[in-house]
C-alpha cells in the first residue's frame, strides 16, 4: 500500500502513452539508475540500484531493495547510455529528488515515486532527453500493438 498519496491503484500505469493525468506525461520505458542516501548515524551515503517503471521531466516511479520513506531527500543519477552517440549528453543527469509515496512490491522490493529537484527540472539538456526517453517509449508501445 502507497504512503503518502494514493494508493496503488491510483497510480497504475495508462492504457496507452497518450491518457496521462499529471502535470508532466509520464512514460514507461525501463532502465537502471542509482539513488544516493544518507545512511542513518552518519556513515556516508549508501547507494542502491534501482529499476525506473516510468519517469517524465518531473519525476519518475522507481523499485529498489532500499526502503525509502515519504518527504526523504536522496540523490539520483540517471545514465543517458540509451541516447544515440551523436547526441551529446553528459554521462549521467545527477540531482535531488524528493520521494513523494512509497509502496512495496510483495517482492521483498518497494516502489517509490520521485519528484525531481531543480536541478533537474530546470536543465534544458535533461529536458532533451527525457524527450529522447519519451519517443523510445512511444517507438516501443506502437511496435506492440
Do not use: C
Amino acid at each position: 500500500m502507497f504512503q503518502g498519496a494514493a494508493e496503488r491503484d491510483e497510480i497504475a500505469e495508462a492504457e496507452s502513452p497518450f491518457d496521462e493525468r499529471r502535470d508532466a506525461e509520464r512514460y514507461t520505458i525501463t532502465f537502471k539508475l542509482s539513488v544516493f542516501v544518507d545512511a542513518p548515524g552518519g556513515g556516508g551515503p549508501v547507494v542502491s540500484t534501482a529499476s525506473v517503471s516510468n519517469i517524465s521531466r518531473l519525476g519518475a516511479l522507481i523499485e529498489t531493495r532500499q526502503p525509502l520513506a515519504p518527504s526523504q531527500s536522496v540523490t539520483v543519477a540517471i545514465p543517458t547510455d540509451q541516447r544515440p552517440e551523436d547526441m551529446r549528453m553528459p554521462e549521467a543527469f545527477v540531482g535531488g529528488a524528493t520521494v513523494a509515496r512509497v509502496g512495496r512490491t510483495g517482492r521483498g522490493k518497494y516502489l517509490a515515486g520521485l519528484r525531481f529537484g531543480e536541478l533537474l527540472t530546470q536543465n534544458p539538456e535533461f529536458t532533451m532527453y527525457t524527450e529522447f526517453l519519451h519517443s523510445t517509449a512511444l517507438t516501443n508501445w506502437l511496435l506492440t500493438q
